[in-house]
């Protein structure tokens, strides 16, 4: 599929752009949306670029009563001499491929959709915001909208791309997050959704993180969904531990989502000579650790969250506190080293990043 199949219809009138510093996270939308329509017999087609605004679906359609929608996030960033610059698209596409496998949504050509997120940044380049830590959050996303109430795939989908500038996820910023590691909810098991971005995966959080913000904590740390034991992932990134020198992560096995960061970060530290291991972590082990004084860092990784240090957890009411509750040198290092790639302030080693022509 080319992208000269994309039309473009232009919004008449455009909004006001927003003051960088008073950004916040996915309050704001852009003047366009990209939509591409999916039906049997013509395959996924009539992509197009219209003004931004509400859908009408019937209220049949199978994704308001099964769930059956994937999504992605990914950020473009303005660099010091006005190039917008995507952070590992084809990446994002690949994974929303997989999401999209798990639930049975049709794939897309991950050229063609590369291709629409970059049409679609392109027109709307005015909107990435200038100023550290804040970019422009692109949410490609697949509903499924067949009216029919019948539990099985739908004939019909549209794959859309939304746009809102952002600043930081957290309202900590890029100071560390206090975590509660959560033991009565789970959120995935292996063999079910946990590794594909499915809107249900996030809906099963809500319970667990509204109890625990009302503690003053930013999120759960999940544990494994059979004994409880066995560190998962945060909900919007994964989570590494710095322990007696070796940095550590959860392996990827089924029910952990494969942020495209966390692979960021794996490569980065493997290229400093500091490899990852990635095995199970038991968050006994974590406890351990950081009682008998070995626990040095922990941090969040996430396109929203970028970078996150972790200054606190607390699990069955007990607290420990970790480098004083102060940012790490590791989350320090990786953080300021993936900005400047991001921002286009350092070469481009790893072949990350894609220009918005
Ligand atoms: C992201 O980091 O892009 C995510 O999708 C996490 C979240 C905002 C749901």
Known sequence: ME????????????????????????????????????????????????????????????????????????????????????????QN?????RSSERIRIPKLDVDYATQAIKELVSLERDWVPKGEGTSL?????????????????????????????????????????????????????TGGTGEAKTGGNYAASLAASEIVSERGFAQVLWLDGVEKKYIEEVGSMNIFFKINGEIVTPNLHGSILPGITRDSVIQMLEHWGTPVTERRISIQEVYDAAKNGSLEEAFGTGTAAVISPIGQLTWLDEDIIINNGETGPVAKKLYESLSDIQYGRTDDTFDWTVKVD
């Open 93 to 97: 596409v690949a994974r929303l491929n």
């Open 3 to 90: 992208t000269k199949n994309i039309r473009i219809e232009k919004a008449t009138t455009l909004k006001p752009k927003p003051d960088p510093s008073t950004l916040e996270f996915g309050t704001l939308f852009t003047d366009h949306m990209f939509i591409l329509d999916y039906s049997e017999e013509l395959g996924w087609h009539d992509g197009r670029i219209v003004p931004y605004g509400p859908l009408e679906l019937d209220p049949a359609a199978t994704s308001f009563h099964y769930g059956q929608t994937v999504f992605e996030g990914l950020k473009a960033y303005v660099t010091e001499n006005n190039e917008v610059l995507l952070f590992r698209p084809d």
């Open 137 to 189: 959050y692109i949410r490609p996303f697949i509903i499924a909208t067949e009216a029919y109430l019948g539990v099985s795939p739908s004939k019909n989908y549209k794959f859309m791309i939304i746009l809102s500038p952002v600043g930081a996820y957290y309202k900590e910023g890029i100071n560390p997050v206090k975590i509660a590691v959560e033991d009565k909810y789970v959120r995935a098991v």
